[in-house]
């Protein structure tokens, strides 16, 4: 479970650890380092690949790590485009959407994790 937490925090940090006043609207670290031009989606996607690596170390089956790798290609691949990609990087949330597939898999939700 402190694996999955861990995965949980990162995937909060990359993705909406920020929230922007009176909206239900969050960004993260993944928007903010992708508007460096060149490194800053490699950057992210470098920590996308933590959570991935998490995930085949716990035993998440080749077909979802497939999943998430995908994920993670085409959040790096589109946010990349300038102007596009910094709008795209704050709506994809690619690693929400791994900590769900990994979630989805062992038949957990973000309250088993809160115990």
């Known amino acids: 479970m402190a694996r999955l937490r861990r995965m949980r925090g990162l995937a909060r ?4 650890a920020l929230r922007i006043p009176g909206t239900r609207f ?7 380092i992708g508007l460096i031009p060149g490194v800053g989606d490699l950057a992210a996607a ?15 089956p080749n077909g ?3 999943k998430m790798l ?9 946010g990349s485009v300038p102007l596009f990609g910094d709008v795209f ?20 939700d973000h309250a088993d994790l809160d115990r």
């Not at 940090?13 to 909406?16: G, I, Q, W």
């Open 13 to 16: 940090l990359m993705d909406t």
């Open 26 to 32: 969050a960004f993260g670290a993944d928007s903010v």
């Open 46 to 60: 470098a920590a996308s690949l933590i959570i991935i690596n998490e995930a085949r170390r716990l035993g998440v």
């Open 64 to 66: 979802k790590l497939v």
């Open 70 to 78: 995908v994920n993670v290609g085409f959040d790096t691949v589109c």
């Open 89 to 108: 990087d704050a709506y994809f949330k690619s690693n929400r959407r791994n900590l769900r597939l990994v979630m989805e898999h062992f038949g957990l």
